[in-house]
């Protein structure tokens, strides 16, 4: 998903640099005042463990092999703030070291895989652990299900800046992206969950401990992303959502639970005028996303008992579970 | 990590070349302002300056003779970045008059990864760092990047380790069995990465580091 260089216009690179800029700006701040020294150098540690754990290469089928992206295990693992810094070295050493990604596109590319992949994929978590109550199943599935929505939300982001460049037409650019990115991202889940599944096992204190720091100023930390998020949304997808009802199932489908509210939301404000526009393919597209979300939520589900039914040996080495 | 590994220590991480030329000595702060000025005005032009793209792959040619880093090497990251590149420009065909931007973007982007490929390999990561250090670069940055540049090749290897240990105990080849061995060992690597952190942090207060 990395943007290369020469596919973003002007207005686009700076919009997006600052919006990511921004960003970058309130992560720092925030891991300033509330990451203990002593987990510093876990920042820049982490960063060369996403690298590496990039590079590892997960046979897929018939020779082909999908990697991790590794944003929202390191928003899990870390907290969103660090998270946000660590994705953003990554991009910094893949565009100075490897030309993997534009220097003037990097900070669209922050903006997609540093920003709004860790931060949407860690609220969806974030609110699953809190609706299950946070046992090491909602863990699970709560990672599961935000490493798919935060894959399908930076292809979106990622389509609107492309199709504002005038490099892809939006009606391509978005199917496109969010089609393959539905499915990249079913992959992302399961390695993701997985990992997250073993360090659960391993050392459950490091993902308490991740959390337990973050979680008291998460509200205003998120609170701080999501206005910055929406600012994003606003720039870049919002101009192309102009039959309302499939703008709104776009921004549902990126935020994933938030389907649930959909329906008033589109009733109130649009109701007398919105039916006329919303064309049979519309509603197939949004009916589709919807689908699509709902599968994902079940796969998620699915995968986090299967992940917990297997390993009984540890279960009963651990002990101390229930 | 088997052959993928050995292919990426082998290529990705290792663009720095040494050679004893002008390139190589010049300061690296203005080589990086150099390469991010010829970017950004190779992305600025119109699409249809044919003219000015010819005049700047002809200056990235004269740099990389004059660099002596052989254009094999150059060419073979290029290769590397360059599917990512026509992937995202298939995209743009699928448009009025689609082909010639297609054409246009392709050849700035290839430019501008030329461009970048080479600065990687005259330039080493270090001397990057420094130059964002003196551009005020937030230290929380420059800092994370660099822990994470020294200890790459560190947990690199690492990984390549803990997996041929892991291979050579585990004998399925069912995929889900591969799947979940592949994230025992990204999940057992994150706990060591993180172990490891403890300790540098002791290793650096120990030599009198304060926030």
């Known amino acids: ?322 | 990590m088997g052959k993928t590994g050995s292919i990426f220590a082998g290529v990705l991480l290792s663009p720095y070349k040494h050679r004893a030329s002008v390139v190589h000595s010049f300061p690296p702060m203005a080589k990086l302002i150099v390469a991010v000025l010829f970017v950004v005005a190779m992305v600025l032009l119109p699409r249809d300056a044919w003219g000015a793209f010819a005049a700047g792959a002809g200056a990235l040619l004269a740099v990389a003779l004059v660099s002596r880093v052989g254009l094999g090497h150059l060419l073979a990251r290029l290769i590397l970045v360059e599917p990512f590149v026509l992937c995202v420009a298939g995209l743009s065909l699928f448009q009025p008059n689609g082909f010639w931007i297609f054409l246009s973007m392709l050849t700035r982007s290839t430019l501008c990864l030329f461009c970048m490929v080479l600065l990687s390999a005259t330039t080493r990561f270090s001397d990057i760092l420094g130059a964002l250090w003196r551009l005020r670069v937030p230290p929380l940055i420059v800092t994370t990047l660099a822990l994470m540049y020294r200890y790459l090749f560190l947990i690199f290897e690492e990984a390549g380790r803990m997996h041929r240990a892991r291979a050579s105990r585990t004998f399925s080849q069912s995929r889900w069995f591969v799947w979940r061995r592949w994230a025992t060992v990204v999940g057992h690597l994150f706990v060591r990465t993180s172990s490891r952190a403890e300790r540098i942090y002791d290793a650096m207060c120990a030599r009198g580091w304060r926030t």
Request: proline share 5%.
């Open chain 1, 1 to 322: 998903m990395h943007i290369p260089d020469g596919f973003l216009n002007t207005p686009t690179v700076l919009a997006s640099g600052a919006v990511a800029m921004a960003s970058v700006g309130v992560a720092l701040r925030i891991v300033g005042k509330t990451f203990p020294a002593r987990r510093v150098p876990l920042i820049g540690l982490a960063a060369a463990f996403v690298f590496a754990a990039q590079m590892i290469n997960f046979p897929v089928a018939g020779g082909t092999s999908g990697h991790l992206i590794g944003g929202v295990l390191a928003a899990v693992l870390l907290g969103p703030s660090a998270a946000v810094l660590v994705m953003t070295c990554v991009l910094v050493l893949q565009c100075f070291m490897f030309a993997d990604g534009g220097v003037t596109a990097l900070g669209a590319n922050a903006l997609n895989m540093a920003v709004v992949a860790p931060v949407v994929g860690y609220a969806i978590y974030r609110a699953i652990c809190k609706l299950t109550g946070g046992g090491l199943r909602g863990i699970l599935i709560g990672t599961a299900f935000g490493a798919w929505c935060s894959t399908v939300a930076a292809s979106v982001i990622c389509a609107g800046e492309l199709a504002l460049s005038g490099s892809a037409a939006w009606g391509v650019a978005l199917p496109a992206m969010v089609w393959m990115h539905m499915i990249i991202g079913l992959g992302e889940a399961l390695i993701t969950t997985l990992v997250v599944a073993v360090v659960a096992q391993l050392r459950p204190e490091l993902l308490l401990d991740g959390d337990k720091p973050v979680s008291h100023a998460g509200y205003r930390e998120l609170l701080g992303y999501g206005v910055l998020a929406s600012l994003g949304l606003a720039i870049f997808v919002a101009p192309f959502a102009c039959p309302w009802p499939d703008g709104l199932e776009k921004v549902a489908q990126r935020l994933g639970i938030e389907h649930l509210a959909q329906a008033p939301l589109v009733g109130w404000p649009f109701a007398d005028y919105a039916s006329p526009h919303i064309s049979s393919a519309v509603i197939s597209t949004g009916l589709a996303g919807c689908v699509g979300v709902v599968v994902a939520f079940g796969l998620a589900w699915l995968l986090a008992r299967a992940v917990m039914l297997k390993p009984i040996i540890e279960r009963n080495n651990s002990g101390q579970n229930r």
